[in-house]
Every structure is written in C-alpha cells, then in structure tokens.
C-alpha cells in the first residue's frame, strides 16, 4: 500500500513563503521519482517540480529560483520551499511519485502514485 500525505499549506500574503512537505510509505522510497504538481479548479494538473531517483531536479520556468524541492532519503519525504510567492501560485498542491520521470517530469500521467493534496492560497 503506497501512501503519500502532503502537509505544510495554508494562507500566505504575497511575497511570503512556505515549505510543503509530502511523507512517503509502502512501496515509494528514495528510489523513486517524486514530483510536485499543482491545479486550480477547471484546469489540468500542471507540473512544478521534481527530484528523479538519481537527484535530479527539475523547475517549472514559473518556479525557478524562487522555489526548491527536494528529499529527505533517510524521512522518506519529499519537500517543495516555496518563495517569494505570488498570487497566481494559489491552487491545490500535490505529490506524486512513480519509479521513474525522465525529461518529461512535468507530465501527470507519469506518476502511479499521488497525494490528496494540500491548499495553498497567496493573497495579495
């Protein structure tokens, strides 16, 4: 049984930040793809950030240098810091993971796995 659990959302101003977290258990571990994704109501699951199996990261352009993912091997989690926050970043957050994400990371049919989500809303 595979169990992703995001935590770490909540209500930020613009500008602001936060760190999301995702815990991994079952059959996930450190070798796996693990990715984040967001999406708003009426819109497709977009790509913004993931950590391949062999510690490549991946960005949205939207993202780079504002945010960072990355993994804890040894917690079996997965984290996205979030900075410098706009509000076009409000939508549900979520994890994903699968065995393997390649060059198209940013694809959701990629991923077995996924979170339940959590909400993150940035006000201006």
């Known amino acids: 049984q595979v169990q992703l659990v995001e935590t770490g959302g909540g209500s930020v101003e613009a500008a602001g930040s936060l760190t999301l977290s995702c815990a991994a258990s079952g059959r996930v571990d450190s070798s796996y793809c693990m990715g984040w994704f967001r999406q708003i109501p009426g819109k497709d699951r977009e790509g913004v950030a993931a950590?391949?199996?062999?510690?490549?990261?991946n960005y949205a352009d939207f993202v780079k240098g504002r945010f960072t993912v990355s993994k804890d091997k040894a917690k079996n989690t997965l984290y996205l810091e979030m900075n410098n926050l706009k509000p076009e970043a409000t939508a549900m957050y979520y994890c994903a993971a699968n065995f393997w994400c390649g060059s198209m990371w940013y694809e959701a049919l990629r991923y077995s796995y996924w979170g339940q989500g959590t909400q993150v809303t940035v006000s201006s």
């Open positions: 950590i391949d199996m062999d510690g490549t990261t």
